[in-house]
């Protein structure tokens, strides 16, 4: 996996229609971008094959021109696959105890929701904390479709940083 130093930034946003690619390098403590990429996929049938072949061929592209260099990738899950809900949560002293509170919400919010199926997380929007509760979004993918899309990012020799 590359280092969080690294000079280069792949960003992967996987669409049930299309793949979108965009390559960045680090230019001090900026950003520039160098290369992007929108791929068509199929989706329907007998295309489900030939999607996962020219997803798997625009990720060899996006490799190819990083070099030699590995880039730090972030990974964009496809919305169809993750179930998102806001909820609020009461303001608690350790980050273990909202952990605790919210993985009961999440198992009354995500359908079939079971730990050895499901893998979620959570998130703490930023400004709107009251003196009591906090607003939170809870994020949540099944594990095996987490899996699938994983496999095409290791099949080309590529390991997102960072699943969003």
Same mark, same amino acid.
């Given at each position: #996996? ?7 930034? *792949? ?9 979108? #690619? ?22 329907? %049938?007998?295309?489900? =094959? ?5 997803? +798997?061929?625009?990720?060899? +592209?996006?490799? @190819?021109?990083? !070099?030699?260099?590995? /880039? ?5 899950? /496809?919305? &169809?696959? =993750?179930?998102?809900? #806001?909820?609020?949560?009461?303001? =608690?002293?350790?980050?273990? &105890?909202? +952990?605790?509170? *919210? ?7 995500? /359908?079939?929701?079971?730990?050895? &199926? ?6 703490? *929007? /930023? %400004? ?5 509760? *906090?607003? =939170? ?6 594990? &095996?479709?987490? @899996?699938?899309?994983? @496999?095409?990012?290791?099949?080309? !020799? ?7």
């Amino acid at each position: #996996m590359a280092k969080k130093n690294s000079k280069l930034l *792949l960003a992967v946003d996987v669409t049930m229609d299309e793949a979108r #690619m965009a390559l960045a390098q680090r230019a001090g403590a900026r950003w520039r971008a160098i290369w992007s990429e929108a791929t068509p996929l199929e989706s329907q %049938g007998e295309k489900a =094959v030939e999607r996962k072949e020219a997803l +798997r061929a625009a990720l060899v +592209r996006a490799k @190819e021109r990083c !070099g030699r260099t590995t /880039p730090l990738v972030y990974a964009a899950l /496809p919305k &169809d696959i =993750v179930f998102m809900r #806001m909820v609020d949560a009461p303001k =608690v002293r350790r980050r273990r &105890d909202l +952990r605790g509170i *919210l993985q009961l919400r999440a198992a009354q919010e995500i /359908p079939y929701f079971s730990e050895q &199926d499901v893998h979620w997380d959570y998130e703490v *929007l /930023p %400004g709107y904390e009251s003196d009591a509760a *906090l607003r =939170v979004v809870i994020s949540a993918v099944r594990r &095996d479709a987490l @899996e699938r899309y994983l @496999e095409d990012f290791a099949a080309v !020799g590529l390991k997102p940083a960072v699943v969003d």
